[in-house]
């Protein structure tokens, strides 16, 4: 059965770190999808934070940028996001995708909240 599970998420003051992480298991090319996290905040609409290619090409919402950082392992089958300097407006429940044509998987999705 192929599935993502994310972890990483908690709770951090604002100006914080987190990492998530998303690993995929089954039998999935997992090295020639497009890997991406999106959040869904309460009462808004699912966004894309940042996403991730097949050749490493990355691109990130605006309101992220140099502060998060995506990156993947191919061989562990792992997606990261590195996540720093957090604001309150980045509370939400972060949710990891595999892109391949055919395919659109999602995960359960990981709680960030970033309060003091």
């Known amino acids: 059965q192929v599935q993502l599970v994310e972890s990483g998420g908690g709770l951090v003051q604002p100006g914080g770190s987190l990492r998530l992480s998303c690993v995929a298991s089954?039998?999935?090319?997992?090295?020639?999808?497009?890997m991406g996290w999106y959040r869904q905040a309460p009462g808004k609409q699912r966004e894309l934070v940042a996403a991730i290619t097949k050749n490493l090409n990355t691109n990130y919402a605006d309101s992220v940028k140099g502060r998060f950082t995506i990156s993947r392992d191919n061989a562990k089958k792992t997606v990261y996001l590195q996540m720093n300097s957090l604001k309150p407006d980045d509370t939400a429940v972060y949710h990891c995708n595999l892109q391949r044509p055919g395919t659109d998987l999602w995960g359960q999705g990981t709680q960030v909240t970033v309060s003091s």
């Open positions: 089954g039998s999935i090319f997992f090295s020639i999808s497009t």
